[in-house]
Structures are given as structure tokens and as C-alpha cells.
């Protein structure tokens, strides 16, 4: 985002797995010997993987940090990705207090099975990013992306910083970020507002987690999931509430324009690292949770299992995907650690129970026109903290949840134990040049999809600026997601930029909670935003006119045709006539440029130049 102007599964899963192993073992016998042993106590995850302990002194942790940090803050496009961990203690005191930023592609973690393992007073903070006059002027947040904190608790202590620093702890930032399992004794705000304007920020994710006074500022959608709050304030144009103790009223929607759904109906946390009470690395997975609110540590451990670490094969960059598929076919789950990782065919996921972790962002990235990850449609498999990328050859898919719909063998075992995408993000361009047809295909039925940016880029380092004819031909992104499954859930759904759907609906039963969407800015002609059949422009968000049960709750559709600005969008949304399909909560919104005529199917009034950065909302379609 730029700112605005300026049916037998079991037999399918062992053919799979036997021609992965056979297939592996023909390749290369020496490459099928099992994966190397992982200490459990101190496993290898490679050189971008930082661990703190509480005896390391705090000015050794804020110089490495500081070090990382200045690394990292404009390193938007780059290579370089990091974890950082805390082993569970206490870190930082009221006299000399850790405070430290995140940058790009940077994950902070603790490592205690609770968040309460881990107490760092102090302040872990995201400001503005200045983009102009060599980084001092155009300060805002709407690029901050590709960042998460989670497992611990802070007390924010700004004790050094200057009057405006010390009145809040400052994450100011906007998509494929997450902040989960996190205690936060002290304030949070969602937007820098001690720096230089503009100050914009613009979408992000907090889940599991529980926050004492919250601001939510500038920021333009924004959900927050399974959570507890006591103060949240301000609000601009979408923010949704899901499963939340204490959330805000909605009843005024949309003034102020509050979402809130008191129970989230499926749900799945996020798998973690963390270290047992005899030092062995394990990584939890939390078990679903369906009609649930609140966090789901209050009570002690987070329902789920546990995983040693010596149950996974830690994948490293320059790692093969022949040797990446043989440690899964030989039963190990997979830990990416942080880096870029080529990917020229297609690893896949086949066991049920599968789990698949990426440490500090790890990045896939298609080569030869690959599909780089393939999940079969296997019950229980998570894939969690990953982000795939296209290549600049075409790919037909980045991700693949489910064989081909006419193919699909969900059994009834996935309906408590869904197929789980946390914190899972999609690229095609932005670094270099990528195209994709489809960004995420899902076939299989109940799937959760929880947390996920899908973007095609609207700006970048490969030589075409945001308003050039020259992206709309070269940097090709047709579907941002395409949906066949049925029962598929989807909490934080974010797509956006895509040249025709940038989310296509197909599924009976499907539920989305939180939808933000920013429809492309550089067609250059009307005649390449208008459908075969006439209509202008392809809707932001699209369930299939044969669907129908539907429902979503609170999406936004944003338009800015920077390139043309005389490009009109007939509807923001588009879904089929039906009782069953219900909108609820929904708008769109002119960021400058560009014409949505409708909000949905002919209703709600235009998002137009002459009222930049005011919603046209629709409380209920259809209306009651």
C-alpha cells in the first residue's frame, strides 16, 4: 500500500508420500539418507537467529539490537532476514529499561511456554518511516510491513525518551504485521504520532493477546482477534473485533466505525517456539478453537500439543527442494529459518498433522515458474510465518491448499482439524519483477486462513514506478485468491492490486472476517479494467453468482487509479442476490483518483474524487 495522493483421502496422502520417497531415493540415494540429528538444547538455526538470555547485560542487547535496527528500518526491498529471542526471564529494569525497534523482515519472540515467561521492561517499538528530502520529510507508517512480535509481556517503561516518546509505546505499522500472545501493562499506540506528518497508518493484526489502553490513531482497517482490551480509542474507516473481551460497542456503526463479533467461530493460534523447563527447544501448536473469545493462555498453557524440536528438519537457504521433500516424506515436520530460499518445482505438504514454521520471515521464492509450496488436502497441517514470492517467471500458483476441486477428498476429520495458514503473505513484484497467475488457490474444504497480506505491488525496486504503463504489462498478477473449498474461514483477509480478482469466492459456507482490499493502481486504460462482458472494472471482493451461504463481516474496497484517474469501478463488491449471502459492515472509500460507482450490486453511493478519504458504507446487504 502507497499513501493515498501523495473421498479417500488416506489413500491419495500414502500414493503421495510413497512417489516422494521413491522419487527422492531414485534421484539421489546419498540425498534420502535421514536429516542430520538436531540438539535439542541447542539446535542450529543459523546465523540470523539471535537468542538472548536474561544474563546478558542489557547494553549488549540494545547495541545488538540498535545494530539490527538501524540495518533494517529502510530495508524494505532487501535480502536480509531475522529472528530475535528471549529465554524466558526478565529483561530490562525501571532504572535501565530494554528499548529497542523493529525493522523489516525482523520477528521478536519469547521463548517461554506462556507470554508470562518472558518480561521485558521496556519498549519494542515501530515509528514512522520518512520517505522524503533523504528520510526527514512524507513520515508515515503505510509501508511498514513484514514484522511480528509475539510470546511475551511488556511493561512499557520510556523512561530516557523525550515527552512525546515517553506517553505511549509506539507499533506503528501496516500490513504483514502481527503482534500475538503479547501482555501489554502500559499503553499502545497503532500510529507515531510524534513524528513528522503525515503520520498515516494503515492496517495490521493483534490476536491472542491482552492490552490495557490501546490507540488506534490513524489507522485505516485493523483487526483484532480472540484478544482482551480494557481502553481503545479513535477509529477511521474499519476496524473489526473478533472473539474480543471488552471490545467496543458497534451498535452506532459507522459512527464510530466499529466492528465487533462477540465469538470468533473457528480459530487456531499460531504455532510457536518455546523452551522447556529442562532447556529442550519444542514448538507448540495450539488446537482449534470454534465459537471462542479471550486469550487462550489465561488459564495457564495453551490448549495444544507440542512438538520436540527433534521431530522437525530445520531447512536452511541454498537447501534443495529435493531434500527439503524427503525430510517431510520421511515424517519430519519443517522449520525455514530466516532467509531467501529459491524455489525452482514444488514442495510438498502431504501428512496430516504436518507442521510448517518459518523463523524471521522466511521467504519462498518462485523460480522457473514454480508453485512453490503445495499442501495436500490432509487434515490438521499448519503452515505458519511464511512469505512467497513470485519470480519473475510466470507461476500458475504460489500456494496450493487442496488438490483441484473437482478432485477434492476433505474428509470429515478436517472439520476439527482444518488445514491452518497464520501469518502467511504473498508477493508478486516489489524486490523484482514476479508474475503469478493465482497467488493463494484453496480447494480444500475447511480451511482456516488466519492473517494473510496477498499483494501484488504497487511499488518497488525493479524499475517501474507506480504510475507506469510499463508494471501493468510486466509485473502480472491476474488472482490474489481464489477460493473452491467449502467451509474455508478467513480472519484478516488483506488483497490487494491484482489485475482481475483480487478475491473470487467460490465455496459454499464461506465466512470472512475482516477484509481490506486496495484495487490496482495502474490499469492504463479502461478498456483493461473492463470485464468481457462489459462491465467496468472487476469488483475488489467477488462471491461466485452459484454460491449460496456467504457471510462477511467488515471489508473495505479502496480505489486509486494513479495512473488514469478516469477509470470508474462499478461495485466495490459483488455477491449473489440471496438470502444466504449476507455483507454486513462494509464501505469503499476514494483515496484521489479513480471512480467505485456502487458499494455492492448497485447499492451505496460512489466513492468519488469529491469526497477523497470519506467511506460510502453499507451497514447490511441485504438490507433487513
Request: charged fraction near 15%; include cysteine; charge should be neutral.
Amino acid at each position: 500500500m502507497n499513501a493515498p495522493a501523495p473421498r479417500t483421502r488416506r489413500l491419495a496422502v500414502l500414493v503421495t508420500g510413497a512417489a516422494l520417497i521413491a522419487g527422492a531415493l531414485t534421484a539421489s540415494p546419498a540425498a534420502a539418507a535421514p536429516p542430520g540429528a538436531v540438539n535439542p538444547m541447542h539446535p542450529d538455526f543459523g546465523p540470523n537467529v539471535t537468542i538472548f538470555s536474561p544474563s546478558t547485560p542489557i547494553a549488549d542487547i540494545k547495541s545488538s539490537l540498535d545494530t539490527l535496527a538501524a540495518q533494517q528500518r529502510d530495508n524494505e526491498m532487501g535480502t536480509s532476514r531475522h529472528a530475535v529471542y528471549f529465554l524466558p526471564g526478565q529483561y530490562g529494569t525501571d532504572e535501565a529499561p530494554l528499548q529497542f525497534e523493529v525493522g523489516y523482515y525482523t520477528e521478536v519472540a519469547g521463548l517461554g511456554l506462556n507470554p508470562a515467561d518472558v518480561n521485558v521492561n521496556g519498549a519494542i517499538e515501530v515509528y514512522n518511516r520518512c520517505l522524503d528530502n533523504g528520510g526527514t520529510s512524507n513520515c508515515l507508517a503505510l509501508v511498514n510491513f513484514w514484522r511480528t512480535l509475539s510470546n511475551l509481556s511488556l511493561h512499557v517503561n520510556k523512561a530516557g525518551q523525550d515527552g512525546c516518546r515517553q506517553t505511549a509505546n509506539f507499533w506503528a505499522v501496516s500490513q504483514a504485521v502481527s503482534m500475538r500472545r503479547v501482555n501489554v501493562d502500559g499503553k499502545l499506540s497503532l500510529m507515531d504520532y510524534c513524528t513528522a506528518g503525515p503520520q498515516y497508518a494503515s492496517g495490521g493484526y493483534i490476536g491472542d493477546s491482552r492490552l490495557q489502553t490501546t490507540v488506534n490513531g490513524s489507522q485505516q482497517q485493523w483487526l483484532t482477534r480472540n484478544s482482551e482490551i480494557g481502553e481503545w480509542t479513535n477509529g477511521v474507516w474499519n476496524q473489526v473485533f473478533s472473539g474480543v473481551v471488552g471490545a467496543p460497542d458497534d451498535s452506532a456503526f459507522p459512527s464510530p466505525p466499529y466492528t465487533s463479533i462477540p465469538q470468533t467461530p473457528v480459530s487456531r493460534e499460531k504455532p510457536y517456539l518455546y523452551v522447556d523447563d529442562k532447556g529442550r527447544y519444542n514448538v507448540r501448536v495450539p488446537a482449534m478453537q470454534q465459537n471462542s473469545s479471550g486469550i487462550s493462555w489465561g488459564a495457564g498453557a495453551t490448549a495444544g500439543r507440542s512438538i520436540p524440536i527433534t521431530d522437525f528438519y530445520i531447512a536452511k537457504p541454498g537447501d534443495s527442494v529435493l531434500k527439503i521433500n524427503t525430510a517431510l516424506a520421511l515424517g519430519k515436520n519443517l522449520i525455514f529459518t530466516p532467509g531467501v530460499y529459491n524455489i525452482p518445482s514444488t514442495i510438498h505438504v502431504w501428512r496430516p498433522g504436518t507442521v510448517v514454521l518459518g523463523l524471521g520471515h522466511a521467504t519462498l521464492t518462485a523460480t522457473k515458474g514454480s508453485t512453490p509450496l503445495a499442501i495436500a488436502d490432509a487434515p490438521g497441517v499448519v503452515v505458519a510465518g511464511m512469505t512467497i514470492d513470485a519470480g519473475e517467471k510466470l507461476s500458475p500458483v504460489l500456494l496450493k491448499v487442496g488438490l483441484s476441486k473437482t478432485r477434492n477428498l476433505s474428509s470429515k476429520a478436517s472439520k476439527n482439524n482444518p488445514i491452518t495458514l497464520n501469518d502467511v503473505y504473498f508477493r508478486v513484484g516489489g524486490p523484482h519483477v514476479g508474475k503469478a497467475t493465482t497467488a493463494l488457490e484453496i480447494n480444500a474444504d475447511n480451511v482456516l486462513v488466519d492473517h494473510t497480506w496477498v499483494w501484488r505491488a504497487d511499488h518497488g525496486v525493479e524499475g517501474f514506478t507506480g504510475g507506469d504503463t510499463q508494471r501493468w504489462n510486466t509485473n502480472t498478477g491476474t488472482n490474489g485468491v481464489i477460493v473452491n473449498g467449502d467451509n474455508v474461514t478467513a480472519t484478516g483477509l488483506f488483497v490487494e492490486h491484482f489485475q482481475k480478482y483480487n478475491t473470487l469466492w467460490k465455496g459454499e459456507n464461506g465466512r470472512v472476517i475482516l477484509y481490506q482490499n486496495e484495487l490496482p493502481y495502474d490499469p492504463p486504460t479502461q478498456a483493461d479494467w473492463t470485464q468481457p462482458n462489459g462491465t467496468l472494472g472487476y469488483p475488489g471482493y467477488v462471491v461466485d453468482k452459484k454460491v449460496k451461504t456467504h457471510r462477511l463481516d467488515g471489508g473495505g474496497v479502496y480505489v486509486f487509479n494513479q495512473n488514469n484517474p478516469s477509470i470508474v469501478t462499478a461495485n466495490g463488491f459483488s455477491v449473489p442476490r440471496t438470502p444466504g449471502v449476507r455483507l454486513h459492515h462494509i464501505m469503499t472509500v476514494n483515496l484521489s483518483a479513480g471512480t467505485i460507482e456502487h458499494v455492492v450490486n448497485g447499492v451505496g453511493a460512489p466513492a468519488t474524487t469529491a469526497a477523497i478519504g470519506v467511506p460510502s458504507y453499507v451497514v447490511d446487504y441485504p438490507a433487513p
